[in-house]
Structures are given as structure tokens and as C-alpha cells.
């Protein structure tokens, strides 16, 4: 029966109707893009829902924790089965599910002249199909009577029986008093919003939390109490101030708690923590790093953090600051470990990323313990020099959110429902994973340097694994079907390039970024990353060819990138025998470009135009493009060098012969 | 027989494909529901860096929670603290947590437990394996004075004030601010042993308080000085807050608790539950009224028991030894004070 199902989704977009056959599955119904089926209405979540055959064969709506829910029959539902016609409510859009097959019974059944109808244990008729509808008009037959029409197995309802009830006999009244209750609702988010001054992104004014990743409509924020005998809240426990939903503001827009005091600090309705303003101003923009566990994420992240505080003001003319002192007082004292130690010949260390603790906040939500994980936050936004200042202030007055997860969190079976610390993967459109060179032996034996994380002995570990695990958890989160790739950008960063670097073809530049005088700024130099990024992927596909096939596998946008968060081996204290590093000798390598690409590739910053390479030293090629892979051939090659269409307009090294080629921007399958 | 969980930083973990921090030892058949709530107990942190010469003075954290699990309260008892380095030659820690069921609640007293120097592991070099269930023995209690208090806040009535502070406001939390090396443990024990021994296992406490875990309230905190946590504890006006790191202002207030940590008397004030009708002695016609006297297991008159008309629990005083005896006027007031709270 599953075999041949499909399903019609009818719905109304600005007074226009739309058809949709869904006839694979599962089908992503919601209001992004990158959904199956996308019905843009500020209602709809970005993924709502999730249409989907059961292994009985039925098809089933489950939602995904949409922020304003699916509704059938005035109430709220987050799984139903879809065994018949069914109108559900997405947010406030009426979407009508018709499964095929269902109609297909139907249109059998209405062939056949005899019908019945059942109300309250007696059964009515039997009618000619032309008399039912008759009877449905004329309102003598109800929504909730039992049909069976002859040859179907089972009593099915009038209203899942599509043309036999008028749905303005049944929904008219339901829908005014939801359209007026919409009006109430749209009028008072409104006002809040004045109230509140709050801006918002013009595509969708809903809020995400930093914390939890709810979505939830302005008027929603709860506001923290201050007087101090507010408090104990129930998802926060004992000590925290009370949260609350205000009636009463002050003309600043501040909320009045129960005991007369002015409230500006605003909760999450969900997780109730705090979300501070700049963050429910500006949109945030996630980013996720994974990796596994002592692969150096937390240098990794605060070399990062570091650095771009210096460069995205002055090179780039976009400010860059901590949204809030209080969100981001662990990444602001590692950067004072590593670069601001009183002396900084000692040797310093970060501890080790604990899974639970001061890194992540427990509430109580559902009776459950959950731990979520402290969000850093940094908000950007373009300096008054900015080329574009006027025009894309608006766009680019971002909050950039990101977690330092421990590696164990992305070891697979660590994804449960009382720890889902990893779950902003779902919201990021770029991840980075940290591929540890010291932890795979093969690579390890190509290093240099006297590093103790390359000794022999220590430990290794399949990195591939955490890098699969990572992929199937999006998959899981997005409802991604198995053989569809994800539009995310996966980044791999291969990480201690201090102790690789010599195996690299290409001299990559100590900043991969000029001086555009026509721009005021600098321009990021995307060529020389590219090169580069084709180059370590080379290397990476001799050593470890499983990690390049499970990235590719994902995404279509991989790029590889070479960084090293210090520069310098670390050094053990013999006196404890842990690891550590004297900040002076601290020289960070490329760890700022990651990010770079990801402002890039959001248009925050502007590339260089192209090089005027002499083409006259490129060697000739034929190139064809075979679904997503370019496949490059010349003389001297037994077999075409195969090239990810991501380096389309690239001019890059032959592995074999170490000539330069160009591969074409304008090839077509 | 008592649970017991052991979370360090290993090479692997006793669940398949763990690694780094995991789970090494648990009781054999321990619920996963309980699993997952002990490690997220198990957080530590440094409060010096491994590098720093004071890394030995890191304090140990001795925690003792109340969680309920499927209808059944459980106090968990833990001790988490800093260890060699790991396999990755990075820092490390120790967490063992022993969960007791309502039978293990030992007259000692979680105090009593943790004192123990051979109660909790304090380290672990083993492969991670299963554990046999545990037995809890009863530890010996040493006398009511106070020794560590005295020699820490240079009175030991500190200790009465505050066992008697948790007796007054049984919700309201305390805070013990302290110096590196101050034995917290020790100093919560010394507390603890003032108060009735079924009052004991109510009170949660952290030798080293720096985050709240969420679903148990922690009544005592210890909170190293210059931490956040003690920074927060003095925005806290309605708690009680002793700062050993602070002389102390010379104790003017007088309760039995304070006489007993200072050793000048060795009665302790026993509380019982006026719901279980064996402490009853009779009906309660209202609000305040002394009832009776009745004859304690030495064959001496009790001073008095009285029982509140809210139905709140009834205090008894009895005496441990024939060495003295509570003056009526004493007592009056006493039951004063608590009637007025």
C-alpha cells in the first residue's frame, strides 16, 4: 500500500491556491527554502513538520517543535495520522493533507450506488452518491457522521471524505472567530513591539533562543524579576529570580515586576534564561564547531575569538564585541589564560571541556533535567566606515552565537533527550569540524616536530566516526532524507598545521586578505583559499580518503582549511605531567580564515576581484561535469582527476604533475 | 544496599564507544535514569589552573543531594575532585557518587559518610568495570564540640549557629565562605552532628558550591572566597552567610546549639514527627499549649514537649546523659522563639 502512496497538500498563499504532490517521503514541510515543500507564511516555522509514511503503511504528520504548532480540529497535536482527508492548521495556515490512495477508494466507492450514513447507532440509508452530497449540502448529513460506501472495509467520518460536507458548512464560524482571534493576537504583538522597540528581521519577526533554539514570537519574552523576593522559578530552580509575562511596562519599555521594579532583562518563554537584548535585536547566526574529544576545539575557538577582535574592525570594517559580559565570561577568561597571563613566560593550559558544569545551564523542562549548553555571543555589526554602511547595516547588525561542546558530546549514543547539546547543528548553515592530524596514526606518521600528542604511544582515534555521527544527527534533526545532501557548508579544519605544513604543494600567505582601495577594506583573497582547500583535501584523500568521502557525502560545499589555534607545540610540566603552552610562544595560523569564508559567503565581507594569473602557463584540459564532480583529464594522466564542482572557477595544482590548470566556471552536466 | 558511580577521564568507558569523560564503574543493573543524573552531578571546577602552584589548593567538592526517582527519594552522596592528568595529558577529575535509599540513611548522617577518609574513592586506575552493590555501616560520632570551627572561625558556636539557623528556616540557604585548604567537610560534619539525627539526611550541603545543579536545593554552600559563587552569596540578604575568610563578630545570640558545638553542654535537641502517633502524647487543643512531660530512656523527667497547633513538627528535648538538665525557663523560651518564627 506504502508503495504507491502520495499525498496532495492544498493551501492558500497571499490569495493564491497551490497544489503540491508529495510523493516522496519524508517530505519537510515548513517555511525555509531548503524544505520539500516551503509555504512562506510567517507562521510557519522554517521546518514545521514533517509528512511521513509509518512502518504500517500510514501517512503521519509529526510536528517539529514548530514554534506556533499544528492544530486539527481547534486542537493542538504534535503527531497524527493521515488516514483520510484532513485539514490541518500550520501556525495560523490552513493546509488541506489529501493522501491519494484514500481519494483513489473513494472515487471507487463512488461508482457504486450504495451508501449509508450512521448517527448515534442508527444507520441511514441507502443513498446514491448523488444524494450524499445533497445531504451534505443541505447540512442534513454532519461533519462527525459515519459514511460507508459499499465495498470499503470500515465506517469512515463525513468530514475525511472529501466533496461530501461543504467546508463552509462546518469551518465558517471556526474561522472567523480564529480570524478575529488573529487579529487580537497580530494587534497586541504590534503593540508589544512598540513597546518594546524591538527590532525585527523583516522576513519573520519570530525569536530564537540562543539557549534552547525555540522559536517564539516577540510578545512571548518573559521578563526576569528583580526585587529579591521574587524568587524560585520552576524550570530554573530555587535561587533564580522569578520570571513572568508583564502587563505593566515603564516608558522605557521596561517591564513592571510584581513588586513595583523596572525589569529590563528579558527569559526565553521555554528555557526561561536570559537572552540579552542585543541578541533578541540583532538575528543570530549559529555556528557550530565538532570534533572529537582533545582534538583543540577550545583553543581553537578562543585563538578565533582572539583574533578577530583585532582584524574584522580595522582590515574589515565591521565592529566586532561581546553581546553580553555575562554570556561570554568563560570564553573572555580563556583568552586571558592564553594571551593575557601576568607572566607570560608560565605555562597555561585550558581545562578540559567538562560535559556538565559551568559550561552548560540546567532547567527543568517536562520534569526533565536538561543541559543546555552556554552560548557565546558576539555581535557584528558594519563600522561607520563601512563601504555599505547605510545599505547593509541591517543585514549585517547580526548576533553570531556559538557553544564549545565537549568531543564526547558528538560520540554517537551521547544525543539524548536530557543532554541535547548538539542540536544547534540543526540551526547552523556552516559547520566546522576539527580533523586532529596527531589523532589518526597514519597521519601522525608524516608529522614533524616534537610534539607529545605525536609520541608514540598516545592516544589515536577514528576520526570519521564523530564526522558520520555528525551527519547523521543533522539528518535526524532536519528530517533530511538518506541520499539528499545537506546545503550546510562543512568546513574541515585541519587542525596543528604547524606540524604539516610542510606537506603542502602551495606557500599559503600569513593573511589571505588585501587592501581594496575602492572598498575602503580588505577584500578576502577566495582564490588562494580555494588552491589551498584543494590542496589539503589532496592530502587528506591519500591519508585518511574515509574523512573526504563522508564530508563530501554530506555536502556539496566542502572546503578544507588548514589552521594551527597556536602555533607551537605544547610543552609537558614536568612537575604535574599535563600539557601546556607559554603565551609568548603562542602564533596562530589561519585561524581566523574559517571565519572569514563564513562572513564571506554571508556577504559580510567582499572577495578580491580575480587574479590575472598568466593563463598562458595553465596547462590545457577537457573537463566534464558529471552531476556534482568535474572530471579533469590531460596527457600524462591513465585517469581522470576527479574535482568537486565547488572549485568551478579555480585555478588549480595537478597532484600528479604539478601543473596548473583552470578549472571552467560555465560547465553543464 | 547502596548504588555507586564512578566518572573520571579515561580511554574508554564501561558504555561501548565511550571515551574521555565517561563513566568507568557503576553498580551492576543501576537504572539509566539514575546513570545520567549522577554524571550530571559530576561537574568540577578548577579554581586554580593545573599550571598554577596553588593547584593543590583546589577544594574537593563533598556534595550531598536529594533527587526523587520513579516516587523514591534518594540521597546522593559525592565527592568530586581534581586528579592526575588523563590520557591525554590534559587535567582530570574524580567524581564517585553513592546513592543511599531511605535504608541506608545511617544515624551518622551524610556529614558523618563523607567524613569518612575511606568512604569515597579518590582514585582510579582501573578498567572500567561493574560494581556489587555496597553496604553502609554506621559511623562512630565523635563528641558535640565544634574543634574544627574553633580552630577556623576562632569559635566553635559558629557550628550551632549554623545547624540551628537550618532548624529555624529549613529552606532558607547558608553560606560558608573560606580560605583554600579550610577542611569543609569537617566543618559541615561538626554542624550536622548538633542537629537530630532524623534531621541530618534533610539537609543537602556543597564542600564547594559553584553551580546549582537543577531538581535539589543545596541548604549549605561552601563557597571558596573570591569564587563567584561567594560573591553571589552576598547579594543574598535573607541568608545566612559566615565568612571564615572575615573575623567574626563575637557571638551575642545563646541557643542550646551554640552551647553544645562549644562543648558546654552535651545535649542535642531531638526533633520528632507529631504525625506518627507514637510521639503523640495527646490531642492537640491549640496552638502553643505545653501538653505533658513524659519519663526518657534514662528514667529522668524529660523537660517538656511541646506541639504546635499549624501542624507544623513538635520538638522534644531530651538529655543524652544525666550531666544537666534544661531549666523550664530555657526551654520556655526556646519554644518561644520557634513559635514566633
Known amino acids: 500500500m506504502s508503495k504507491n502512496l502520495s499525498c496532495e497538500l492544498k493551501f492558500n498563499i497571499k490569495g493564491e491556491d497551490k497544489v503540491v504532490v508529495v510523493t516522496q517521503f519524508p517530505c519537510r514541510i515548513g517555511r525555509k527554502d531548503s524544505c520539500d515543500v516551503a509555504i512562506k507564511e510567517e507562521s510557519i516555522s522554517s521546518l514545521h513538520g514533517i509528512l511521513d509514511i509509518t512502518p504500517e503503511g500510514q501517512l503521519s504528520f509529526v510536528d517539529s517543535h514548530s ?23 500550520l501556525g495560523e495556515e490552513k493546509v488541506f493533507f489529501i493522501p491519494k490512495n484514500v481519494e483513489e477508494k473513494v472515487s471507487q466507492a463512488k461508482e457504486v450506488k450504495e451508501c449509508l450514513y450512521r448517527r448515534g447507532g442508527k444507520e441511514f440509508g441507502p443513498y446514491t452518491w448523488a ?25 469512515v467520518r463525513a468530514k475525511n471524505v472529501p466533496g461530501l460536507i461543504p467546508v463552509h458548512n462546518t469551518e465558517i464560524q471556526a474561522t472567523e472567530e480564529q480570524a478575529a482571534a488573529l487579529q487580537n493576537r497580530r494587534r497586541a504583538r504590534n503593540a508589544r513591539n512598540r513597546t518594546l522597540g524591538l527590532l525585527q528581521r523583516e522576513d519573520s519577526n519570530l525569536i530564537a533562543c540562543p539557549h534552547c533554539w525555540y522559536q517564539f514570537q516577540v510578545e512571548d519574552f518573559l521578563f526576569i524579576a528583580r526585587h529579591q523576593s521574587l524568587i524560585g522559578d520552576p524550570v530554573l530552580g530555587a535561587d ?19 513588586c513595583g521594579l523596572s525589569c529590563p532583562d528579558m527569559a526565553c518563554p521555554r528555557c526561561h534564561l536570559r537572552i540579552p537584548q542585543p541578541a533578541s535585536e540583532m538575528p543570530p547566526m549559529f555556528l557550530s564547531i565538532v570534533g572529537t574529544a582533545a582534538s583543540g576545539k577550545s583553543y581553537y575557538l578562543t585563538s578565533m575569538i582572539w583574533k578577530l577582535r583585532s582584524i574584522m ?179 574541515i579544519l585541519v587542525s596543528k598545521s604547524d606540524l604539516w605544513q610542510n606537506l603542502l604543494d602551495e606557500n599559503f600567505p600569513e593573511n589571505p586578505w588585501k587592501w581594496d582601495s575602492d572598498l575602503n577594506t580588505c577584500a578576502l583573497d577566495i582564490d588562494i583559499i580555494k588552491k589551498i582547500s584543494w590542496n589539503v583535501r589532496y592530502i587528506l584523500e591519500g591519508i585518511c580518503p574515509e574523512v573526504v568521502s563522508t564530508a563530501e557525502s554530506f555536502s556539496n560545499n566542502v572546503i578544507y582549511i588548514p589552521i594551527s589555534a597556536l602555533g607551537q607545540s605544547p610543552v609537558i610540566n614536568s612537575m604535574t605531567g599535563m600539557t601546556g603552552i607559554r603565551s609568548c610562544d603562542i602564533h596562530s595560523m589561519w585561524v581566523e580564515v574559517p571565519m572569514l569564508y563564513f562572513f564571506y559567503k554571508h556577504g559580510f565581507i567582499s572577495a578580491l576581484q580575480k587574479n590575472n594569473e598568466n593563463q598562458n602557463d595553465l596547462m590545457e584540459v577537457s573537463c566534464k561535469k558529471v552531476g556534482e564532480t568535474i572530471f579533469v583529464m590531460h596527457n600524462g594522466l591513465d585517469k581522470p582527476i576527479q574535482v568537486p564542482s565547488f572549485y568551478a572557477g579555480t585555478i588549480i595544482r595537478c597532484p600528479t604533475t604539478g601543473k596548473r590548470f583552470l578549472i571552467p566556471e560555465d560547465l553543464s552536466n | 544496599m547502596a548504588q555507586e558511580l564512578i566518572y573520571t577521564s579515561a580511554p574508554s568507558g564501561l558504555r561501548g564507544g565511550s571515551g574521555g569523560f565517561c563513566t568507568v564503574a557503576y553498580t551492576d543493573k543501576m537504572h539509566l535514569e539514575l546513570i545520567q543524573l549522577l554524571e550530571s552531578l559530576s561537574a568540577y571546577k578548577a579554581a586554580f589552573s593545573v599550571h598554577d602552584i596553588h593547584a593543590v589548593d583546589n577544594p574537593i567538592a563533598y556534595t550531598h543531594f536529594i533527587y526523587t526517582i520513579k516516587l523514591q527519594n534518594y540521597s546522593i552522596l559525592s565527592r568530586v ?81 549554623l545547624a540551628k539557623h537550618s532548624i529555624d528556616r529549613p529552606r532558607v540557604p547558608a553560606f560558608v565562605i573560606y580560605k583554600p585548604q579550610t577542611p569543609v567537610h569537617l566543618l559541615f560534619k561538626e554542624a ?150
Open chain 1, 131 to 155: 444524494a450524499l452530497i445533497e445531504l451534505g449540502k443541505s447540512g442534513k448529513l454532519e461533519e462527525n457522521d459515519f459514511i460507508w460506501l459499499s465495498g470499503a472495509s470500515d465506517w
Open chain 1, 313 to 491: 574592525p580595522k582590515d574589515f570594517a565591521i565592529s566586532f564585541t561581546d553581546t553580553d559580559a555575562i554570556s561570554n565570561q568563560i570564553i573572555n577568561e580563556f583568552e586571558e589564560t592564553l594571551f593575557l597571563p601576568s607572566d607570560d613566560e608560565e605555562l597555561v593550559a585550558l581545562r578540559k571541556t567538562e560535559l556538565q558544569g559551568e559550561l552548560y545551564n540546567q532547567v527543568l523542562i517536562n520534569g526533565m533535567n536538561i543541559n543546555l549548553p552556554k552560548p557565546f555571543m558576539f555581535s557584528l555589526s558594519p563600522t561607520e566606515h563601512h563601504p555599505n554602511n547605510e545599505t547593509i547595516r541591517k543585514i549585517i547588525s547580526r548576533t553570531l552565537v556559538m557553544y564549545d561542546n565537549a568531543g564526547e558530546h558528538f560520540e554517537p549514543g551521547m544525543d539524548s533527550v536530557d543532554n541535547p547539546t548538539t542540536q544547534h547543528l540543526l540551526q547552523t548553515d556552516t559547520i566546522f569540524y576539527l580533523y586532529d592530524p596527531t589523532k589518526d596514526i597514519r597521519f601522525r606518521n608524516r608529522l614533524v616536530g616534537e610534539d607529545p600528542q605525536i609520541v608514540r604511544g598516545a592516544k589515536t582515534q577514528r576520526q570519521e566516526v564523530i564526522l558520520t555521527e555528525m551527519v547523521n544527527r543533522v539528518k535526524k534533526y532536519s528530517g533530511l532524507r538518506t541520499g539528499v545532501k545537506s546545503d550546510k557548508t562543512l568546513m
Open chain 1, 240 to 258: 533564580a529570580q522569578q520570571r513572568f509575562l508583564p502587563s505593566r511596562f515603564t516608558p522605557e519599555g521596561n517591564a513592571i515586576d510584581a
Open chain 1, 67 to 89: 514554534t506556533n504548532g499544528t492544530t486539527h480540529n481547534s486542537t493542538k497535536i504534535e503527531h497524527i495520522l493521515i488516514d483520510g482527508p484532513t485539514a490541518l492548521y
Open chain 2, 81 to 161: 575532585a581534581p586528579t592526575l592528568a588523563d590520557h591525554t595529558l590534559r587535567d582530570n577529575k574524580l567524581a564517585h557518587h553513592i546513592v543511599l535509599s531511605r535504608r541506608e540513611l545511617v544515624p551518622a548522617g551524610p556529614g558523618g559518610l563523607v567524613s569518612d577518609p575511606n568512604f569515597f574513592c579518590s582514585f582510579w586506575n582501573e578498567e572500567p568495570h561493574y560494581l556489587p552493590e555496597r553496604e553502609i555501616l554506621n559511623i562512630e560520632e565523635g563528641g558535640l564540640f565544634a574543634s574544627t570551627w574553633q580552630k577556623f572561625a576562632e569559635d566553635a558556636g559558629w557550628a550551632g549557629v
Open chain 2, 192 to 341: 550536622l552532628a548538633l542537629m537530630p539525627e532524623n534531621q541530618r539526611w534533610k539537609i543537602t550541603f556543597s564542600t564547594y558550591f559553584f553551580f546549582q545543579p537543577a531538581g535539589s536545593s543545596c541548604l549549605w554552600r561552601g563557597c571558596l572566597e573570591g569564587s563567584s559563587a561567594a560573591k553571589e552569596a552576598r547579594r543574598q540578604p535573607q541568608s545566612l552567610i559566615i565568612d571564615l575568610t572575615q573575623p567574626l563578630p563575637v557571638l551575642s545570640q545563646k541557643s542550646q546549639y551554640i552551647d553544645c558545638a562549644r562543648g558546654n553542654c552535651t545535649e542535642i535537641i531531638e526533633k520528632t514527627n507529631s504525625k506518627n502517633p507514637a510521639n503523640r502524647t495527646q490531642r492537640l487543643p491549640y496552638q502553643g499549649q505545653i501538653l505533658s512531660q513524659e519519663v526518657n530512656k534514662n528514667g529522668h523527667i524529660s523537660p517538656i514537649t511541646g506541639i504546635f497547633g499549624d501542624g507544623r513538627e513538635n520538638y522534644k528535648i531530651i538529655q543524652k546523659n544525666n550531666h544537666s538538665e534544661e531549666s523550664p525557663k530555657t526551654v520556655q523560651s526556646f519554644l518561644n522563639r520557634w513559635k514566633d518564627n
